[in-house]
């Protein structure tokens, strides 16, 4: 019997020596004959850490690793383009403009108050 060989998305990498791969497929149900799309995680081996998440990957049935492992990726099809930056960081830049911005704009409104003020007691 020959071993299995599916094709995922390596959605994790946190681990050592493994990664966890989304295999997703499509399936027509059986009565309402709609296409459903359906996915499953797979951890797999990746004995020299490779892998990176967003990769698109090959893995192949093997005997049991470990309790969860049964699968070992065996080639990397395509490297996937994650950005490397967390979710903290994204927002640091705007969230201090914002912040700034209040005390900024405060003064701003006061200095065109006080200008204002001035224009009106040049016109009289």
Not at 13 to 26: G, I, L, N, Q
Not at 41 to 62: M, P, Q, S, W, Y
Not at 69 to 98: C, F, N, Q, T
């Amino acid at each position: 019997m020959s071993a299995r060989i599916l094709q995922g998305v390596v959605v994790s990498d946190k681990m050592d020596k493994t990664v966890v791969v989304t295999v997703a497929r499509r399936k027509q149900h059986p009565l309402y004959r709609k296409v459903i799309n359906r996915s499953r995680r797979f951890k797999a081996h990746d004995a020299a850490n490779e892998c990176n998440v967003g990769d698109v990957v090959r893995i192949l049935e093997t005997s049991p690793i470990s309790k969860d492992k049964r699968w070992r990726v065996i080639e990397i099809l395509e490297r996937g383009d994650v950005a490397e930056v967390s979710p903290e960081e994204i927002g640091r830049g705007i969230e201090e403009e914002v912040q700034a911005s209040p005390t900024a704009m405060a003064g701003a409104e006061a200095g065109d108050a006080a200008a204002a003020a001035g224009d009106e007691e040049d016109a009289s």
